[in-house]
Nanobody, 123 residues
C-alpha cells in the first residue's frame, strides 16, 4: 500500500533549473533506499540519483554529477531532486522509486514507483 507521487516537471530552456518532489504515503519507512530514475522515448530506465538506507549517503550518475542534487530530511519524505544547468539530453520522464533493500542503481531492485513526471528541456 505504498504510493509515491512525483511533481515539479515541466518545460524549461537549456541552462535552466527545476526541482522535482516525491511524496510517499502508506507503509513507508525512512530506512529504505530512495532514488530518481528517468526514461526517454525508446530507451530503458536510467539511474539518476539515490539516497541510501543507511546514513543518507547520496550518489549520482556521472551524467548528472555536479548538476543535480538529491535531498530530504531524516524521514526521506518528501524526497527532492534539484536539477540545475539542464541540457536537452535531460529530457525524459522522471520517476521516484523506493526499496527496503538492494543496490541503489539497479531499477530491478526497487519495489515501489511513482507515475512519473515529464521534464522537457528545449535547446
Amino acid at each position: 500500500q505504498v504510493r509515491l507521487v512525483e511533481s515539479g516537471g515541466g518545460l524549461v530552456q537549456a541552462g535552466g533549473s527545476l526541482r522535482l518532489s516525491c511524496v510517499a504515503s502508506g507503509s513507508f519507512f525512512s530506512t529504505w533506499n530512495m532514488a530518481w530514475f528517468r526514461q526517454a522515448p525508446g530507451k530503458g530506465r536510467e539511474f539518476v540519483a539515490a539516497i541510501t538506507a543507511l546514513g543518507g549517503v547520496t550518489e549520482y550518475a556521472d551524467s548528472v554529477q555536479g548538476r543535480f542534487t538529491i535531498s530530504s530530511d531524516e524521514t526521506k519524505n518528501p524526497l527532492y531532486l534539484r536539477m540545475n544547468s539542464l541540457k536537452s539530453e535531460d529530457t525524459a520522464v522522471y520517476y521516484c522509486a523506493a526499496s527496503p533493500a538492494g543496490t541503489t542503481r539497479n531499477p530491478s531492485d526497487y519495489d515501489y514507483w511513482g507515475q512519473g513526471t515529464q521534464v522537457t528541456v528545449s535547446s
